[in-house]
């Protein structure tokens, strides 16, 4: 029963990010990157096991997590940090960020 | 030198997160892992672009997102929906299923 709960909470957050997901330019995203590679590793391996990998991830979470960050919405852990990074990331550059790691292996 | 304070921040928040690491318990993830699969897959590959990934994931950053959502510190995004789930999670079960997930390629 809970699990159903969430599942149609989850179904309708869904319907809704999905809205304001918009495809960004992997080439794009590569060149703002550099940044990034400092923690996230330049393939997007992460250097040290307290960050993510971003290698492969969906672009659609990436974009939700970095404005989510960026909004400071996201506390705890590494928070603090990501919330830095994002600040001055326009949604045109965060939807490049997320085109690149989605398209790394 | 935003990047170097960045980094500074960085380590510092590291050090504190290495503090609370506790390595899991592969099979005591992987048996509470089902709830987990209806949104991001039995193999932790998402069913939906708007999850994440977690196969292969660290499993320091795992734990450390997990608390963040139980202790509702992480918004945005389908936050709503895992906090919901890892209310109930022990330090121990969230430890196990980073184990379970950081194992999975």
């Not at 709960?5 to 309708?12: D, W």
């Not at 326009?90 to 490049?96: F, V, W």
């Amino acid at each position: 029963m809970k699990l159903t709960t969430s599942f149609i909470v989850g179904i309708a957050t869904l319907s809704i990010s999905s809205m304001t997901f918009a495809a960004g330019d992997v080439a794009a995203g590569k060149a703002k990157s550099a940044v990034c590679a400092t923690c996230h590793g330049a393939e997007g391996i992460a250097i040290m096991p307290a960050y993510p990998n971003l290698a492969g991830q969906n672009a659609e979470y990436l974009q939700a997590a970095l404005k989510s960050y960026r909004d400071k919405q996201r506390q705890g852990g590494m928070a603090a940090v990501m919330q830095m990074q994002a600040t001055n990331l326009s949604d045109e550059d965060i939807a490049n960020l997320a085109a690149y790691y989605s398209s790394l292996k």
